[in-house]
């Protein structure tokens, strides 16, 4: 059986300096598919045994693939393959549904279900969503993808009267609540960084220990109702959040 490196041809290859061979090995490995984004490479020592050549050389060729953002270390963790991935822009002065920003860059989103249902509410999800009596929510959680890379994890929880059922969803939410004549006008965002659970890092494909954007957002109906409050974290190597801000005027000198 293949090996994504077969270190062990190492000496007999062509071309240079043991370093450049070792660094084209793993160059390779990457571009043929052989190493995916978020493989682990063996240990510095490992290498140097199965290639027999010294930890000095292997720092050396991971170092520059490292310099050029093709690898990269986490302490405590090992060395990460982070074959660069699409950076996509999010405006953050619009509305929009995942599946209409995929749709505008051209991409096919898509989505992996992890769960979905009417479940007993949260403290939170009472309060935030304004549910009273025996009401339920309409909870979905699902991996988003665009042209089948995983991009985002995204939670949305909705009252049930809004979702009563959620199987109904094919890809999109916010066109599955259009056609039942539902729809926000308006939202609030909060965003921070955090670092990924390893569940969590496992489902994106990135290293452990790699950080994430997470959106918080509460949409809003024409009535002032709560429609949704979510949490999505978005991969921060693929996705940039940007905001348009206008210049205030100038303040006026006090008399």
Not at 104 to 112: K, T
Not at 123 to 147: C, K, P, Q, S, Y
Not at 191 to 213: H, M, Q, R, W, Y
């Amino acid at each position: 059986m293949s090996t994504p490196l077969p270190l062990e041809q190492l000496q007999s290859v062509r071309g240079g300096p043991l370093y450049v061979k070792l660094r084209k090995m793993i160059e390779d490995a990457v571009a043929s598919g052989r190493l995916k984004h978020g493989d682990a490479l063996p240990a510095e020592r490992d290498i140097a045994e199965a290639a027999d050549i010294s930890r000095v050389t292997v720092r050396k060729a991971i170092d520059e693939l490292v310099e050029e953002g093709l690898l990269v270390r986490r302490r405590g963790s090992g060395t990460f393959v982070v074959k660069p991935v699409p950076r996509m822009q999010q405006p953050l002065s619009q509305l929009t549904s995942f599946t209409e920003d995929m749709r505008r860059r051209g991409m096919v989103a898509g989505s992996r279900w992890l769960s979905r249902g009417l479940f007993y509410p949260t403290a939170e999800e009472t309060m935030m969503l304004g549910l009273v009596g025996g009401a339920r929510v309409a909870r979905i959680d699902r991996l988003r993808t665009a042209n089948d890379m995983p991009i985002a994890l995204e939670r949305t929880s909705l009252p049930d009267d809004l979702l009563p059922d959620p199987d109904k969803i094919e890809d999109s939410l916010y066109l599955c609540l259009l056609d039942a004549g539902i729809r926000p006008v308006r939202a609030n965002q909060r965003i921070s960084a955090v670092l990924l659970k390893d569940e969590e890092t496992k489902l994106l494909g990135v290293p452990p220990g790699s950080a994430a954007l997470s959106v918080q957002r509460i949409a809003y109906l024409e009535t002032g109702r709560v429609m949704e409050m979510s949490r999505a974290l978005y991969r921060s190597d693929a996705y940039d959040l940007v905001a348009e801000l206008g210049i205030g005027s100038p303040m006026k000198p006090q008399d």
